[in-house]
Nanobody, 127 residues
Framework: QVHLVESGGGSVQAGGSLRLSCAAS????????MGWFRQAPGKEREGVAV????????YYADSVKGRFTISQDNAKNTLYLQMNSLKPEDTAMYYC????????????????????WGQGTQVTVLS
């Protein structure tokens, strides 16, 4: 069974940085997608950054390009999201997710492409 646990959220002033971590276990496929998604109050969940595990291809939402970086540490089975130049509009609950290659390859930034989710970690950016 796939298990995802996020950490690293918190409150930060606008312009600051945070690094989120997602400890993953239980995924047996060699090719799959993992990513970060976020959901602000009253808004739909949206894709932030995704990485194709095993290949390393990355995908970013336009709103975070140049500010956020997704990476993985295979030895630690951990996914990271480095968030720089944070803005108040980045405030949301951030979720880690994993999805099968055959399901996520067409729309890697769509939450509907993922079937495993963590519990989320709150990020609040103060203006």
């Amino acid at each position: 069974q796939v298990h995802l646990v996020e950490s690293g959220g918190g409150s930060v002033q606008a312009g600051g940085s945070l690094r989120l971590s997602c400890a993953a276990s239980g995924y047996t496929d060699s090719r799959y997608f993992m990513g970060w998604f976020r959901q602000a109050p009253g808004k739909e969940r949206e894709g932030v950054a995704v990485i194709y595990i095993g290949v390393g291809s990355t995908y970013y939402a336009d709103s975070v390009k140049g500010r956020f970086t997704i990476s993985q540490d295979n030895a630690k089975n951990t996914l990271y999201l480095q968030m720089n130049s944070l803005k108040p509009e980045d405030t949301a609950m951030y979720y880690c997710a994993a999805g099968d290659f055959w399901r996520a390859r067409w729309y890697p930034l769509s939450p509907n492409s993922y079937n495993y989710w963590g519990q989320g970690t709150q990020v609040t950016v103060l203006s």
